[in-house]
């Protein structure tokens, strides 16, 4: 057992809290695809996405004060340069960028737009570790935990939402997983859109799944979180010998009104055992009764250490 991981270490994983509002755009802002978007928003998803859960949700997470926070996407409608500062200030409620991390959404690079005016402004919650070239794929070492975080987000036509990780990511993402060979470490991988080949309809997917599940198969992680579906997902990605995993959940802000999903997120509490981790899957969901959050066990897990490790 190593000296980092003797105590349990809990995290928690929300996504898609579509935390912004559009409502001050300009004629300009709304050009392109950002007018179906727009229209979008004002009749359907500005009632299903609201703040007040999102507020209920940041007051419970501070109750159960995980170690770290991780947020899978889709912080933002249709990617103003005004959604990303609102989506700054969000982040600085749950906590400072040591201890939140971020990956973004299709949603989040609805179109083109400069990085220093988009995600940019989040660069203390998606920062690696270690100094690199590109940003992503991010590594960052918290407790007992290596979070690989992968972007996914990239403009897509009109009425798509396809994400793609492409090529060098890719390739990067292969060397940093070879690298934590022998590192004793639990590794989570962390993207927006599932990548489950065929877990999404077309127009969604992501595009390149077949290829991210080939690298996990020689080089595998221990868990794959995501969001994008706005619903709760347990399956595996089907590698030699074993399988890996995969969580998607929920929006975090979502009413539940155009949904059987209201607002929840997952809670993971790691425990070091002989052969490697237990690891214990909550699902925190909000109850209209009680207007607060229940817990209920979704997955408990015995993961070993391997020659992988």
Not at 72 to 85: A, M, R, W, Y
Not at 88 to 102: E, F, I, K, N, P
Not at 185 to 192: A, E, G, Y
């Amino acid at each position: 057992m190593s000296a980092h991981a003797e105590a349990v270490f809990r995290f928690a994983h929300l996504s898609d809290p579509h935390l912004s509002d559009p409502s001050g755009a300009s004629f300009g802002q709304l050009a392109g695809k950002r007018i179906l978007g727009y229209l979008s928003w004002r009749r359907r998803r500005r009632h299903e996405h609201r703040r007040e859960f999102l507020d209920a949700l940041g007051r419970d997470l501070k109750t159960l004060a995980p170690d770290h926070t991780v947020v899978t996407g889709d912080l933002t409608h249709i990617s103003l340069p005004q959604e990303f500062v609102q989506a700054h200030d969000w982040l600085r409620s749950l906590g400072s960028g040591d201890a939140v991390t971020v990956v973004p959404g299709n949603h989040d690079a609805y179109v083109h737009i400069a990085w220093e005016k988009s995600i940019g402004l989040w660069s203390d919650y998606l920062r690696a570790d270690r100094a690199s070239d590109a940003m992503f794929p991010l590594l960052r070492v918290r407790g007992p935990v290596a979070f690989i975080g992968l972007n996914s987000a990239l403009p897509s036509a009109p009425l798509f939402a396809t994400g793609g990780i492409g090529q060098e990511q890719l390739r990067r993402l292969e060397t940093i997983l070879d690298s934590l060979r022998g590192s004793g470490l639990l590794r989570v991988l962390m993207l927006h859109h599932p990548p489950v080949p065929g877990a999404e309809v077309w127009r969604k997917r992501l595009v390149d799944a077949p290829e991210l599940c080939e690298i996990l198969g020689r080089t595998p992680v221990d868990m794959v979180l995501h969001g994008h579906r706005h619903r709760p997902v347990h399956t595996l990605i089907r590698i030699p010998g074993s399988g890996i995993p995969v969580f998607g959940i929920p929006s975090a802000s979502a009413a539940g009104l155009h949904s059987p999903h209201a607002s929840e997120y997952n809670t993971y509490a790691i425990t070091p055992t002989p052969e490697g981790w237990r690891v214990e899957v909550q699902a925190r969901t909000w109850q209209e009764h009680s207007a607060g959050y229940r817990s209920e066990q979704i997955a408990a897990l015995q993961i070993n250490r391997s020659d992988s490790h």
